[in-house]
């Protein structure tokens, strides 16, 4: 016998432009053979139901554009182990957007320059970078 799981995650775009979005479940993913899963599978949907995306466990889906709105990803995994899929119903999605536009960066070669009173606050805009993020440099 196989159990399944389902959990959706929400998520909002904010803002008047688009954005390329593609979900990913990280620590499930490119485990083909070694997935601690039998399968997983996700669908991208918008807040009427329609189904925007859908993609598993070995390949990155496209990225979708959207819009300003609210949307969900709903996940289903499959194991013939109840207490597996338990350990699992919290299990992070990760959901990439590209950035609509380059990231300034103040690199320093010197950790002073990078300190105060050397850094200038005024050069410097808060921007949230998350982890795998690439940003072009920025020379003062």
């Known amino acids: 016998q196989v159990y399944e799981m389902r959990t959706t995650y929400e998520f909002k775009i904010e803002g008047d432009k ?3 979005v593609r979900p990913c479940v990280t620590s499930l993913f490119y485990q083909l053979y070694d997935s601690p899963v039998d399968s997983q599978l996700w669908v991208m949907e918008d807040s009427s139901g329609q189904v925007l995306s859908y993609g598993s466990c070995m390949h990155h889906a496209d990225a979708v554009k959207l819009k300003k709105g609210t949307y969900t990803v709903k996940l289903l995994i499959r194991h013939p182990s109840r207490s597996t899929l338990e350990k699992l119903k919290h299990i992070p999605i990760e959901i990439n957007m590209d950035l ?3 990231l300034a960066c103040q690199v320093n070669s010197r950790l002073a320059a990078a300190s105060t009173p050397d850094l200038k606050v005024d050069a410097m805009k808060k921007k ?8 072009q ?4």
């Open 137 to 140: 440099p920025f020379h003062a």
């Open 128 to 135: 949230v970078l998350t982890r795998g993020t690439a940003v």
């Open 18 to 20: 688009e954005i390329a």
């Open 100 to 102: 609509s536009e380059k």
